[in-house]
């Protein structure tokens, strides 16, 4: 008995608990429901047969009914274009005022604080006040460009198929943006502060310095961040639900909130996990990326 | 209430005198309602009529409940009774969920098939069976701002009955530089715009398993020349109904189509003289139609205790003259509404409750309904021409009704 709780207290035993727990919780909660979602795809699955695994097994119908959609080019091009304008956008910004606030002017971490309330505020509350800053006919954006003389006509901006996905691209980068901001931030005050002064004497010019020192020694974040908003821009569902419910006639859909429509409104569930299925190698394809670069920092 | 049904409980009560907590009834009751509303008040009065009742009332979210329903039923743990939206009946009936009321109604004093409106009475019905009791119902119909009417030289009294008519009224009406739309309404990819396209296609002969026929093309051109026009917004694209009604509301829409669940709210913030008609038809048309919107009362099919539930049910029923004046909806049947608020729209819409007509029913009617929302805003985006729009509709459609 005493052995036993040695080994416990600092043998094996206490190895392998923690990676017992580690392991269950992934397999629980993460194993399980990516090959739950894989086993659907596969599968005839309606609401009723949701949680019995006694179900007609279907092949690849599923993903041949998936690709023989009209919308699907469609939706896939809007979804490369909001993760891509995303992204890149959400990173510009933020690492331009990651820098600004590295800046040493007064109130600088506080201002730098007050950045991230967007990024805190339930995503709900964010779709009902870009929903009044957007609305065509008596919308903020509309009143303040027209008060400007900008424009003549109000401008749809949710629903115009020309425009909306534009206008939730738009909400998502402003949305995205201290995020990026935060962890950009948090890289740039672990560059020391001598390689600088460094180069500064030699001559470097700050354009110089930004490509020679900033940016190399922020490749491992950069490489987080870009992973991250990736995955974060593909899970991004609210905007969808609260501005234009991917319409109008799919001018504004993606690959998510298809997901949930097929699977939640048409009870489609084979088909929503045809899609989520997708996702996930793609995701699995971003994550690689981003090991690969972090595994090449470390080994530099 | 069923007298056999009363011997059993009061023989029952006898026999298990001793045993006070014994002989109680307990039903399990999902809703929609928030305390306060219907199946909150009815059951309370219902359990001080019958003590040997208990009822658990249990609030779910209208988008929740289908979800929940099946989930539940699944793992048996689904309710006695609950409340589900019409176009679903026929999905749980299909799937044997629900329990069959027809020789309970057959054995009724309370309730009288007869006496349900068509519409409502269709949306209970599956393959033969009667599987719930609708609790009321609701339709739509065209608001109007009759002050609006008369500051346009149009006349308040001769609201537009055809389809032709509102366009010259809603064009007529419409004054952009002031920021007032002649219409609104809602062709938003949810139910809610298959829910307000289903007339206007029945009206022109069509039905959700027939949506590709001309009167529906002239219908969704109908739609489009409205906001290709700017005599609605084109925002009427993605606007609830509720949402669009609020333009109507503020004074920025001089008609809106909608429903009389809007009547509380717009009754304390219109400062104009609103009034109602029913939804135009197509000229020289002879088939009137309104959208049924509203739920129903239904049995699962795996309650243990059927008579009871029934005997609820029954109750509810039988107290459809309120539902106007209290609850909001309309009486799903033939009910005489005593002193009704708002009288002349109540007619309206008491008018049009006639001719509602169910969606449905299908066992995939979310699928049925996708393609219509797909149809109407393919077509009023300019994406395709009507046309092309609904046959594209129809064969989704007929890929799910065989």
């Known amino acids: 008995m005493l052995k036993f709780t040695n080994t416990f207290r600092d043998g094996v035993g206490f190895d392998t608990l923690l990676v017992g727990i580690a392991l269950g919780y992934l397999v629980v909660f993460s194993a399980f429901p990516l090959a739950y979602n894989l086993l659907m795809s596969f599968q005839d ?3 009723f047969s949701l949680t019995s695994f006694d179900r007609p097994f279907v092949g690849w119908d599923n993903y041949r009914e998936i690709l023989s959609r009209p919308e699907l080019l469609p ?14 956008a959400q990173l510009s910004l933020g690492f331009a005022i990651a820098m600004f606030f590295q800046l040493d002017f007064p109130f600088n971490t506080w201002l730098r604080g007050l950045f991230l309330a967007g990024w805190i505020m339930p995503a709900l509350v964010v779709g009902a006040v870009w929903s009044w800053v957007l609305a065509g006919d008596f919308g903020v954006l509309n009143h303040v460009l027209s008060e400007l003389g900008l424009i003549r006509a109000n401008i749809f901006w949710l629903s115009d198929p020309d425009v909306a996905l534009y206008s939730i691209i738009f909400a998502n980068i402003w949305l995205g943006v201290p995020f990026n901001m935060i962890l950009l931030s948090v890289g740039l005050a672990g560059i020391p502060e001598d390689v600088y002064e ?23 974040q950069l490489g987080a961040v ?39 409104q048409n009870y489609e569930i084979g088909l929503g996990s045809v899609i989520s299925v997708l996702m996930i190698g793609f995701v699995i394809a971003v994550a690689f990326v981003y090991v690969r670069s972090t595994r090449y920092e470390q080994e530099s | 209430m069923d007298m056999k049904f009363l011997g059993v409980l009061t023989v029952g009560g006898v026999a298990l005198a001793t045993a006070a907590s014994a002989q109680q009834t307990e039903l399990d009751l999902w809703t929609i309602d928030d305390p306060g509303e219907y199946h909150y008040v009815l059951a309370e009065e219902y359990m001080a009529l019958h003590p040997e009742v208990k009822i658990n009332v249990r609030t779910v979210q209208l988008r929740d409940m289908v979800n929940d329903l099946a989930r539940a039923v699944a793992t048996g743990d689904a309710p006695d009774i609950t409340y589900i939206d019409n176009p679903e009946v026929a999905l749980f009936a299909s799937r044997g969920l629900l329990m069959d009321l027809t020789p309970y109604i057959e054995a009724s004093d309370v309730v ?3 006496d349900i409106f068509p519409g409502p009475l269709a949306s209970v019905s599956y393959e033969g069976g009667i599987y719930g009791l609708p609790r009321g119902a609701n339709t739509i119909a065209l608001y109007y701002n009759a002050d609006m009417f008369t500051a346009a030289g149009l006349d308040p009294d001769q609201p537009p009955a055809t389809w ?18 002649g219409l609104a309404f809602s062709a938003v990819a949810t139910e809610e715009g298959t829910f307000q396209f289903l007339p206007w296609l029945q009206m022109a002969g069509g039905d959700f398993d027939n949506v590709n026929t001309a009167g529906a093309a002239e219908a969704l051109s109908l739609w489009k020349q409205f906001i290709d026009e700017g005599i609605a917004s084109r925002d009427t694209l993605i606007r609830s109904q509720w949402d669009s009604t609020g333009t109507f509301n503020a004074g920025s829409a001089a008609m809106v189509i909608s429903g009389p669940w809007e009547l509380p709210r717009m009754m304390s913030e219109v400062e104009f003289d609103v009034r109602a ?6 000229a020289g048309g002879d088939t009137r139609a309104s959208a049924l919107g509203e739920g129903d009362n239904v049995i699962l099919a795996s309650t243990d205790a059927p008579e009871a539930s029934f005997a609820f049910l029954e109750y509810l029923y039988s107290q459809m003259d309120r539902v106007w004046n209290e609850f909001g909806y309309l009486p799903a049947a033939d009910v005489e509404v005593v002193d009704p608020k708002f009288p002349e729209i109540y007619a309206t819409f008491e008018e049009s409750m006639q001719f509602a007509r169910n969606r449905g029913p299908s066992p995939e009617w979310p699928q049925i309904s996708k393609a219509i929302q797909g149809a109407i805003q393919s077509s009023l985006t300019g994406q395709a021409s009507p046309e092309d729009a609904l046959a594209r509709a129809q064969s989704q459609i007929d890929k799910v009704v065989k």
Do not use: C
């Open chain 1, 226 to 264: 870009i992973s991250l908003g990736v995955i974060f821009t593909l899970q991004q569902f609210d905007l969808f639900a609260a501005l234009t419910q991917g319409g109008p006639a799919n001018s504004s859909n993606v690959f998510q909130y298809w997901s949930w429509q097929l699977a939640f």
């Open chain 1, 198 to 220: 460094a180069a500064e004497m030699d001559g470097a010019t700050r354009i110089q310095r930004f490509f020679t020192i900033t940016l190399p020694m922020m490749r491992a």
């Open chain 1, 75 to 88: 939706i896939l091009w809007n979804t490369v274009k909001f993760v891509g304008i995303s992204v890149i």
């Open chain 2, 112 to 114: 009288h098939a007869d």
């Open chain 1, 45 to 47: 699955v309606d609401l």
């Open chain 2, 164 to 181: 032709d008519e509102l366009y010259e009224a809603a064009k007529t009406l419409t004054r952009p530089d002031d920021n007032v739309y």
């Open chain 2, 277 to 282: 008609t029913p939804l135009p038809m197509p």
